[in-house]
């Protein structure tokens, strides 16, 4: 693995990276890239505040503090916030109507009505340990708005213990194959007429299908119709997914937010608890038929029978389990770059269509640093080896096809960018 970063001339890479922060800055907040994601993006935003610490402190705590001026009075964080209005982003916030949720509060910014994994707190702390001096103040003034946060997922989310998704669009991976079924259980009557804007930038064999968009936009005026009434639409819907990436995302956070508590003071009961009640969520995703972590239809019990790279985020949760270690070694055997996003021997794999196979950056990230915490120090390295490959090769993309590296989906992309400043750079990234 040492040869790809002895050989590498990470400068430019490096300048090209805090480039595209710079160029994906909208005043406060970062766009995943133009065109295609007009707006701020949650999960997008914490790692666009991780990028911008590796070179500017101040701008990496402003990132995070925009993304906290769009919380509901419930404590719900929106996976968008639409600051300002783009007409060439479908579904504006005309479709998601929200104004009027339940929920939403005294909170002005326009946005959507789901969220999206609770990365926040940890890289938050990953920002505060950039320069405890500089972070210290913004940390402790940020602290309450996480815990609301947190106490929102765990009330409105957290029924089985494993973290719950009303959208496939909440749990950041949009068209995995992990919600088809209970995708194929909406008929999506009485859908209004629309026009999808995301085929007009992107090669439509790399996104969800027309049939997948219809059941999108069905969630959406589902609970639109209910505003966004938690309740109900946990008792209403067809669609509620026990989701690998919200539970491990949200463990991790409620560890990272417990050390941001002793470091200021604070009580940790209350998170204690939820540690407790995630952990024992977790243990219901394991599927010992794949041989891995796996997201579970509550409506039916059933698990979707998929090994993606959500599947060995259970090491950065803090899970000690060291039984995904032979399906993991099994799946980084059959691809040329990993981790892919679903199972390379699945009948449903597509190695550039979203969410369906391609290679993360910020999945990479996360699995491989779980790793190395927990001591399998040869696949998080591999990983880590692979993304750098990935971007010298072709760029900061979306995301990559394992198979043979082809960027896919947006270019010029915050996250990935970021990824590289705060993890991958040999210059920069962490040892």
């Not at 979203?354 to 998080?380: C, D, F, H, K």
Request: charge should be negative; include cysteine.
């Amino acid at each position: 693995m040492t040869d790809v970063f002895d050989t590498i001339d990470a400068e430019p890479l490096d300048r090209e990276a805090e480039r595209i922060l710079r160029l994906n800055d909208r005043g406060g907040y970062t766009v995943p890239t133009e065109g295609l994601y007009p707006y701020q993006w949650n999960w997008d935003s914490a790692f666009a505040g991780l990028g911008f610490a590796a070179f500017d402190i101040d701008r990496a705590w402003t990132e995070i503090e925009t993304l906290f001026s769009g919380q509901w009075g419930n404590g719900m964080v929106p996976h968008i916030l639409f600051h300002r209005v783009d007409a060439g982003y479908f579904p504006g916030p005309d479709v998601w109507g929200t104004e009027d949720a339940l929920g939403r509060g005294a909170c002005k910014v326009p946005s959507s009505g789901i969220s999206q994994p609770p990365v926040v707190a940890s890289l938050a702390w990953r920002i505060y340990l950039a320069d405890p001096t500089a972070g210290h103040d913004r940390l402790a003034a940020l602290f309450p708005k996480l815990l609301a946060y947190h106490r929102w997922i765990m009330a409105a989310r957290a029924e089985s213990g494993a973290v719950a998704i009303t959208h496939p669009w909440e749990a950041g991976r949009d068209n995995a194959p992990d919600w088809d079924e209970a995708m194929a259980g909406i008929d999506p009557v009485g859908v209004a007429p629309y026009t999808r804007r995301d085929t007009g930038h992107v090669d439509p064999r790399m996104r969800p299908t027309q049939a997948d968009y219809d059941r999108y936009i069905w969630l959406v005026q589902f609970a639109r119709e209910r505003r966004w009434d938690e309740a109900a639409i946990a008792a209403e819907s067809p669609f509620r997914v026990a989701d690998p990436t919200m539970t491990f995302t949200a463990l991790r956070s409620t560890r990272d937010l417990r050390l941001a508590a002793e470091l200021l003071g604070a009580g940790t009961d209350e998170i204690d608890g939820w540690i407790a009640r995630l952990e024992d969520g977790a243990a219901m995703l394991w599927n010992p038929e794949t041989g891995a972590y796996d997201a579970r239809n509550l409506r039916t019990g059933n698990f979707a029978g998929s090994v993606s790279n959500a599947s060995f985020l259970s090491w950065w949760a803090g899970l000690e389990d060291r039984r995904p270690l032979e399906t993991l070694r099994r799946v980084m055997t059959g691809a040329r770059y990993v981790l892919p996003s679903h199972d390379l021997s699945a009948v449903s794999f597509d190695h550039l269509r979203y969410w369906r196979g391609p290679v993360w950056a910020i999945m990479n990230y996360m699995a491989a640093s779980g790793m190395a915490e927990q001591g399998l120090t040869a696949e998080g390295a591999r990983i880590r080896a692979d993304t750098v490959r990935l971007i010298v090769e072709n760029g900061f993309a979306e995301y990559f096809s394992p198979s043979d590296g082809t960027p896919a989906g947006g270019a010029t992309f915050t996250w990935t960018a970021a990824v590289w400043l705060a993890w991958a750079s040999p210059s920069r990234g962490e040892a």
